[in-house]
């Protein structure tokens, strides 16, 4: 009996670049399990959306501008994220 083969969730292998779960996990310094299952979006989209939020801190936007622009960000990588599993039966 074959082994289960892992499905990486990253959006650039969900667009079939080859890149595995596990470099997103150490680049963002994320929990290892989370590595091939769907909550490592998530947690790669919670991540950007802090360091998005601080960016526009830093330029200068008040707390609820800054989180409102990066939860647009956010939100538009989600719905982008979606279509991509839902295009290949993952969800």
């Known amino acids: 009996m074959q082994p289960k ?3 990486n969730y990253n959006k650039e ?3 079939g670049i080859e890149i595995d779960d596990m470099e997103y996990v150490k680049h ?3 929990n290892p399990s989370l590595a091939y299952t769907p909550q490592l979006n998530d947690a790669i989209l919670n991540r950007v959306f802090k360091q ?3 960016g ?3 330029r200068g936007d008040k707390p609820n501008v800054a989180k409102t622009k990066a939860g647009r960000l956010r ?8 279509a991509l599993l839902a295009a290949r039966n993952l969800t």
């Open 5 to 7: 083969k892992k499905i």
């Open 28 to 30: 963002f310094k994320l």
């Open 75 to 82: 939100s538009d990588a989600k719905a982008s994220i979606e």
């Open 56 to 58: 526009f801190r830093q």
């Open 13 to 15: 292998a969900l667009q």
């Open 52 to 54: 998005n939020v601080d």
